[in-house]
């Protein structure tokens, strides 16, 4: 693809993606102030990739540094608070500028942060983790989780700009890219026949080169966003397997030492709400195995029992999408052909997590 970076507009926001990525970002902050600018990281991303991006842009070496946890279980309004705290000490102002570096979780955290202090100041998301490129950076989502529910908490604010860079890839481990890889499927599942079909060709671990497969997944997103902005109807085709993997990955908060991961978690919801397309809107049952076999080429099967299925679907029933005490969900008819709003009842939900718990939607 070459050093050239490719641009793509998300409500107004411009992404940039590429190996020259973060040479545009250093002439977007040339206007700052180095006090004037903060850094938001987890102790991760701070070790791993804060030292090449000031590489990268040797004016960001005096720029503040706000270091958090890292994990989902940090993603709470307590921890807001602490840095807002921070932010308020360090003497930043709605004319600052708060650049989150890292994965979903901080460009969540970071942008729900910058949008409520001083009742908003402008922030930049520069994610490193596949996820936060191709899907949660981008759009304007942010928020915190409440009791372990996911995303209970939040608004809908567009970042300044966002630059995906992905060199930052090299640093994460295979989980990592896997969970971002799980986004990956989805949206080709709800909207690109032809991307899912250069993602069977070979598993995750054999992909080298991904910028052009995050610039087509970007693409998707931005295609969504663009006409529904504000996620009254057509942008929530990209819930699909959120659903069910929001409660699994609640779930496993909940239950685990070691949690799913937010991509993990959502193949796992793919795998139930794939099932649950075949039923209900009778996709092909040689489609549904296509994609489940491929998922679990890919993915660990995460082990449930009878037991773990009523607090799953306890969770489904919390989820934020549904309306009037029904559950809505994004479903496919075929690839790339994605229908949101399906309701689904509680005992199509328990037969896809039986079939999901004993693998036989495999088979018949």
């Not at 490719?6 to 040479?23: F, N, R």
């Not at 759009?139 to 860079?165: A, C, E, H, R």
């Not at 890839?169 to 799980?182: E, K, V």
Request: charged share 25%; net charge neutral.
């Amino acid at each position: 693809m070459g050093r050239k970076t490719k641009e793509l507009d998300i409500a107004g926001t411009t992404i940039t993606i590429g190996y020259d990525a973060l040479t545009k970002l250093s002439s977007e902050i040339g206007s700052f102030n180095s006090k004037d600018i903060f850094l938001l990281a987890d102790y991760n991303t701070a070790e791993y990739c804060l030292p090449k991006l000031v590489k990268c842009i040797p004016t960001l070496a005096d720029a503040k540094r706000i270091i958090i946890e890292p994990g989902e279980e940090y993603k709470t309004i307590e921890t807001c608070e602490k840095v807002w705290t921070q932010l308020a000490a360090t003497g930043a102002n709605r004319s600052s500028l708060l650049i989150n570096i890292g994965g979903g979780v901080i460009t969540d955290l970071g942008g729900f942060i910058a949008s409520t202090f001083h009742r908003g100041m402008a922030f930049i998301n520069v994610p490193t983790t596949l996820m936060a490129m191709i899907d949660a950076a981008l759009g304007g989502k942010t928020g915190v989780d409440l009791s372990s529910l996911k995303n209970m908490v939040g608004l809908i604010v567009n970042p300044q700009s966002v630059y995906v860079w992905p060199d930052f890839l090299l640093t994460l481990p295979h989980r990592y890219m896997l969970s971002g890889y799980a986004e990956m499927l989805k949206h080709a599942l709800i909207a690109d026949q032809d991307l899912w079909k250069l993602l069977l060709k070979k598993p995750m671990a054999l992909i080298r080169d991904w910028e052009e497969l995050i610039y087509r997944a970007a693409s998707i997103k931005a295609d969504v966003v663009n006409n529904d902005p504000l996620e009254k109807g057509r942008r929530r085709v990209l819930n699909f397997g959120h659903t069910i993997g929001h409660a699994f990955e609640t779930y496993s908060l909940r239950h685990d030492d070691h949690p799913l991961s937010h991509g993990e978690a959502v193949a796992m919801g793919i795998i139930c709400e794939t099932y649950i397309s075949y039923r209900v809107l009778d996709l092909p049952y040689s489609v549904r195995d296509i994609i489940i076999k491929h998922i679990l080429l890919n993915f660990n099967h995460y082990k449930i029992d009878a037991k773990a299925i009523d607090e799953l679907i306890e969770f489904v029933m919390l989820d934020k999408k549904n309306r009037s005490g029904n559950v809505l969900m994004t479903l496919i008819k075929d690839i790339g052909h994605a229908l949101e709003g399906q309701v689904c009842n509680t005992a199509i939900i328990r037969e896809s997590l039986f079939r999901y718990s004993d693998y036989k939607g495999l088979k018949d």
